[in-house]
């Protein structure tokens, strides 16, 4: 199994830059798929960011795409989540998620909060 931290939530204003990381320990790192969720006040988690193992391979969710970037460092078993241009909307618990590369089972952090607003 893999523990995960979330770090680097805050405050900040609309149009500012924070950048989330997740370190994880455990199992090996490059196994896992790393995925960053959120779940604002009120609404269900939804899916932000995922990054495959290798290569860089990345999606995003179409509301926060060209404003993040996920990104993750194996040797050092961290990921992170750069998240500029942000908007009093993208206020949520963001979580970070990691899953073994064809299993079923997820494994989080205990979320870091972020919340934007002037």
Do not use: H
Request: with cysteine; aromatic share 10%; proline share 4%.
């Amino acid at each position: 199994q893999v523990r995960l931290v979330e770090s680097g939530g805050g405050l900040v204003q609309p149009g500012g830059s924070l950048t989330l990381s997740c370190t994880a320990s455990g199992d090996t790192f490059i196994d896992f798929i790393l995925s960053w969720y959120r779940q604002a006040p009120g609404k269900e988690r939804e899916l932000v960011a995922r990054i495959a193992p290798r290569f860089g391979i990345s999606s995003y969710a179409d509301s926060v795409r060209g404003r993040f970037t996920i990104s993750r460092d194996n040797n050092k078993s961290t990921g992170s989540l750069q998240m500029n241009s942000l908007e009093p909307e993208d206020t949520a618990v963001y979580y970070c998620d990691a899953r073994r590369l064809g299993g079923t089972r997820d494994y989080w952090g205990p979320g870091t909060e972020v919340t934007v607003t002037s």
